[in-house]
């Protein structure tokens, strides 16, 4: 049997182990993006700890500008959204926007996908105009920052010896980084609002640093820290890998606060994010074990506040959402050549680098009268045969619900409602909506639906087994029934 699919949001996740900031703040609420196969949906946590979700937004990154209004790179739909607490605004138009920063004058920095083994940055406005760009990183960043003059640092992926700087005119300058790492440890970077960096590399020294990347004083640690981000009243926030501890630093080094992070202890443990919100309480966002993805809240005495596990986070290992793959590959180009996207065979749980890999498929044409209308489906899965399947519908597309066992892959690309709530019970809402694939791994049937969704465009997608038990699903097509 198919296992029965958990009926919730798999919401945010940050795109690598790792990535510092996956969530962002803003007069004390927190904004989590989505992963690929996330519920479709934007969460927001306000400073009461009420969790409020926006649906049909599918954010990989933010940018929250001076007057608290969120920008979100919405991959999924090729657009930057514009949101308000209230929600969606308005949006700008745009081709896979991967990352979004924000300056002082209002302005954002938008990175698009890599090609040719150079990453593409644009400064546009709040209406999409373009100031500045493409600027051409030559590497893949594993951190941005923007500092108080509106440049944009990238911290490159496999290199802790260099920093790239673009100005607001798109100049760009390659910066060598001053100090050494004691090992391969990730640069984490904090940009001040008086001009100045501090930056944190794994040792026990955090140091700040100038406009020109160049250090100006350092402060002594207890233990060696790997993060840092700005705290309040000019305090640091940081965390030590060695200690698993997060402490509140001020800026002559003396230890204001600290306390342990109450995770398991294993090797599996990543944190991606600390934050220390305006009423005191602090932000941890990462994973508590593979694919136990958590964002906690706790006081300065390491109580926690609330617990939001999947509402934002790092991943344990390795590139489980295909995010990565989308980062460094454009999302409508094909690496393996099988005539599938890259953005459907992972939205899908195939392999976009195997072209043995090939996604199953599923059409849908619907005939009839108003009133009288029907849907016909046809499904191949040539690696299922002889496998369970059943058809969910949603009224609502591009979004993603996590099955049951929590699979990091696939999900079933459609957004709740209740048509998928009822879809993924059993039996099927319809006894044409389910069955066993054939020797050849195909299916077809014929729905009727009658007037209960006449004139109305749903979105359906095939659900099945695999010869390892872990259930797939097709990418999700679009009907309109007469």
């Known amino acids: 049997m198919l296992p029965r699919v958990l009926l919730g949001c798999a919401c945010a996740v940050a795109i690598l182990a790792g990535v510092p900031a996956a969530f962002a703040q803003s ?60 929600g969606k605004v308005g949006s700008i138009a745009w081709t896979d ?11 954002l920095w938008v990175r698009s996908v890599a090609s040719g083994g150079k990453t593409p940055y644009w400064r546009i406005d709040a209406a999409g105009t373009v100031l500045a760009g493409p600027a051409l990183v030559p590497t893949a960043p594993v951190e941005e920052v923007v500092d108080a003059s509106g440049a944009l640092w990238a911290l490159p992926y496999f290199d802790t010896s260099t920093v790239y700087r673009i100005d607001q005119n798109g100049t760009i300058t390659t910066i060598a980084i001053p100090f050494a790492s004691p090992s391969f440890v990730t640069l984490s970077v904090a940009a001040m609002s008086d001009g100045t960096m501090w930056a944190a590399n794994g040792t026990n020294t955090i140091r700040r640093l100038n406009a020109s990347f160049q250090v100006i004083s350092s402060i002594t640690t207890s233990a060696p820290m790997n993060l840092v981000s700005p705290g309040r009243a000019k305090t640091l926030v940081t965390y030590s890998a060695t200690t698993r501890r997060v ?3 001020g800026s002559n080094g003396v230890e204001l606060r600290s306390f342990a992070l109450p995770w398991p202890n294993s090797t599996s443990v990543t944190v991606n994010g600390v934050r220390e919100a305006p009423d005191g309480s602090f932000w941890v966002d990462g994973t508590k074990g593979i694919f136990q993805f958590a964002a906690d809240r706790f006081d300065v005495h390491g109580n926690v506040l609330g617990s939001y596990g999947g509402a934002g986070s790092g991943l344990a290992q390795g590139d489980v959402t295909g995010r990565l793959i989308l980062e460094l590959a454009p ?21 976009p680098l195997d072209v043995a890999s090939v996604p199953a498929a599923m059409t849908a044409v619907s005939s009839g009268t108003p009133g009288a209308g029907s849907v016909s489906i046809q499904i191949h899965a040539p690696a299922s045969s002889n496998q369970p399947y059943f058809v969910a519908l949603s009224l609502l597309g591009r979004g993603g619900v996590k099955l049951d066992p929590p699979y990091a892959t696939p999900s079933v690309p459609l957004g709740l409602d209740a048509w998928l709530a009822l879809s993924l019970r059993a039996p099927p809402l319809a006894p044409t909506l389910g069955g066993v694939l054939d020797a050849n791994g195909d299916a077809s049937t014929v729905t009727p639906f009658g007037s209960v969704l006449s004139g109305m465009t749903v979105y359906l997608s095939a659900i099945y087994a695999t010869d390892s038990d872990v259930p797939a699903a097709t990418a999700h097509v679009a009907v309109t029934l007469p």
């Open 27 to 86: 007069g004390g609420d927190v904004w989590f993006p989505t992963t690929t196969f996330g519920g479709g949906q934007l969460v927001r946590v306000d400073r009461d700890g009420v969790v409020h979700t926006y649906n049909g937004i599918q954010a990989s990154s933010f940018a929250i500008d001076v007057q608290g209004k969120l920008y979100a790179a919405d991959t999924n739909h090729d657009e930057i959204a514009i949101v308000t607490q209230a």
């Open 97 to 107: 926007p991967q990352s979004l920063r924000a300056c002082a004058d209002g302005s």
């Open 247 to 249: 402490y509140a630093i």
């Open 331 to 351: 999302s409508s180009a094909d690496l393996d050549g099988d005539g599938v996207s890259n953005r459907v065979e992972v939205v899908v749980g195939s392999n």
